[in-house]
């Protein structure tokens, strides 16, 4: 009997990632993957390719969830929806790409100026060119600034430069997460908490976005993600029961020379938690 293997947070070349989707559809399906939802940074460019082809890409083979990951923010502090299972035509996502493109392209410009200030020359034509038609991120202008030689690696610039706290840390233009979650549940998806044990705040302000995201409409949390600690999703499955949300897993797949995070890998999901795939 097949068992069905589920990785819901995946990137391609059309944000960060550094596969093509064919590419990231073939090592799915090498790694055993049968439900594969593709969620690149505010764009659904990934799932247009798709649907361009002629039939689905190995249909098949594996399942493809279409889905995106929509930059937000809480309490002035950075923090990333995925939306699954959407409607990709929908006018609600098409707002929502073209509303956070556009806060993209501010962003490098502000990240620019600031580097400016620090001496550097001006990155923005060139991180802009190194991304091409892909959705501008910082790893684009960190590796621009090491085809530059202004750092050494693309781990110097995020920790000098780019990182949290860092002068390139830019987070405080993304719309609310209200907005964010509004706008998947207009695309008829499901919104989900990406990997809340990564967002540096205190176990009382933990709880308040939780309570915020399940207020604003939000209905499931990544319980397992990749490269996550022992532990970590024993506690998001008490926090799944608390809130009444559903539980997604994803690997955050960027890059296959990453070998801390590997497609199709994550820790075990509780028993007691109820699957999001269940809400498709």
Same mark, same amino acid.
């Given at each position: 009997?097949?068992?069905?293997?589920?990785?819901?947070?995946?990137?391609?070349?059309?944000?960060?990632?550094?596969?093509?989707?064919?590419?990231? !559809? =073939?090592?799915?399906?090498? @790694?055993?993957?049968?439900?594969? *939802?593709?969620? $690149?940074? $505010?764009?659904?460019?990934?799932?247009?390719?798709?649907?361009?082809?002629?039939?689905?890409?190995?249909? $098949?083979?594996?399942?493809?969830?279409?889905?995106?990951?929509?930059?937000?923010?809480?309490?002035?502090?950075? !923090?990333? !929806?995925?939306?699954?299972?959407?409607?990709?035509?929908?006018?609600? !996502?098409?707002? *929502?790409?073209?509303?956070?493109?556009?806060? @993209?392209?501010?962003?490098?410009?502000?990240?620019?100026?600031?580097?400016?200030?620090?001496?550097?020359?001006?990155?923005?034509?060139?991180?802009?060119?190194?991304?091409?038609?892909?959705?501008?991120? @910082?790893?684009?202008?960190?590796?621009?600034?090491? =085809?530059?030689?202004?750092?050494?690696?693309?781990?110097?610039?995020?920790?000098?430069?780019?990182?949290?706290?860092?002068?390139?840390?830019?987070?405080?233009?993304?719309?609310?997460?209200?907005?964010?979650?509004?706008?998947?549940?207009?695309?008829?998806?499901?919104?989900?908490?990406?990997?809340?044990?990564?967002?540096?705040?205190?176990?009382?302000?933990? @709880?308040?976005?939780?309570?915020?995201?399940?207020?604003?409409?939000?209905?499931?949390?990544?319980? &397992?993600?990749?490269?996550?600690?022992?532990?970590?999703?024993?506690?998001?499955?008490?926090?799944?029961?608390?809130?009444?949300?559903?539980?997604?897993?994803?690997?955050?797949?960027?890059?296959?020379?990453?070998?801390?995070?590997?497609?199709?890998?994550?820790?075990?999901?509780?028993? *007691? &938690?109820?699957?999001?795939?269940?809400?498709?």
């Amino acid at each position: 009997m097949l068992i069905n293997k589920y990785d819901l947070h995946t990137h391609t070349k059309c944000s960060d990632g550094s596969l093509s989707v064919t590419q990231l !559809i =073939d090592l799915a399906i090498d @790694r055993g993957v049968t439900h594969l *939802a593709i969620t $690149d940074h $505010d764009t659904v460019n990934a799932h247009l390719q798709l649907a361009q082809m002629n039939g689905s890409y190995k249909e $098949d083979e594996i399942n493809i969830i279409k889905g995106i990951e929509l930059s937000s923010q809480w309490n002035n502090m950075g !923090i990333h !929806i995925v939306g699954l299972n959407i409607d990709i035509n929908s006018i609600a !996502i098409k707002n *929502a790409v073209a509303h956070q493109t556009q806060l @993209r392209l501010q962003r490098v410009k502000t990240i620019a100026k600031k580097l400016t200030h620090r001496g550097f020359p001006d990155i923005t034509e060139g991180a802009m060119r190194l991304a091409g038609d892909s959705q501008i991120g @910082r790893p684009h202008i960190a590796q621009y600034m090491v =085809d530059e030689g202004m750092v050494s690696t693309v781990a110097q610039a995020f920790t000098k430069y780019l990182g949290a706290g860092k002068v390139g840390d830019v987070s405080n233009i993304w719309p609310d997460l209200e907005l964010v979650v509004k706008w998947i549940n207009e695309a008829g998806g499901v919104a989900v908490l990406a990997h809340p044990s990564r967002y540096k705040m205190t176990r009382t302000k933990g @709880r308040r976005l939780m309570a915020d995201f399940c207020d604003a409409g939000g209905q499931a949390i990544e319980v &397992c993600a990749g490269n996550q600690v022992p532990g970590v999703a024993e506690e998001m499955a008490a926090i799944c029961n608390e809130f009444n949300f559903h539980a997604s897993v994803g690997s955050d797949f960027h890059n296959p020379d990453y070998k801390w995070v590997r497609l199709g890998q994550y820790p075990k999901l509780p028993k *007691a &938690c109820t699957p999001v795939w269940e809400l498709f």
